[in-house]
């Protein structure tokens, strides 16, 4: 699997999960199927699933995606599933592409002006400027 599967472009794909376990900052990991885990994501009556089934089971650790498993039905066994992964890729990305023709850097017309007028050397401060209009 080449092409990154993100949180946000399953939910777009599938919606949101029937059940989650865990979280994304559990600190915790499990292991269910051969894979750790911080958080879990359970879809049921998926309808327009990719691999053309009812459930699937989505693992993540934090941000990133683990892995994914399918059943065909409550009584079947798991199975991983890379239809998925092919399917988020196939989809054109829900950010815009950005066209250096059209969104160039700005250059700057007048120079830079500080606010505030600071005695000496620029520092990291840490202490009080009078106000020249006291």
Known sequence: MTHKVSRNAVVALLGTPSRTEGSLNEPR??????????????????????????????????????????????????????????????????LAPIDPAHNSPVTPKVPYLPVSKFPGKPDLGGYFVESDTD
């Open 29 to 94: 990991e499990r292991e269910e199927n051969g894979y750790r885990f911080n958080e879990k994501w359970t879809y049921e009556n998926l309808v327009g699933d990719p691999a053309g089934v009812p459930e699937r089971v989505i693992y993540w650790k934090r941000y990133d995606f683990v892995a994914t498993t399918v059943r065909a039905g409550a009584e079947g066994p798991w199975r991983p599933d890379e239809k998925l992964a092919a399917a988020l890729a196939e989809r054109p990305s829900r």
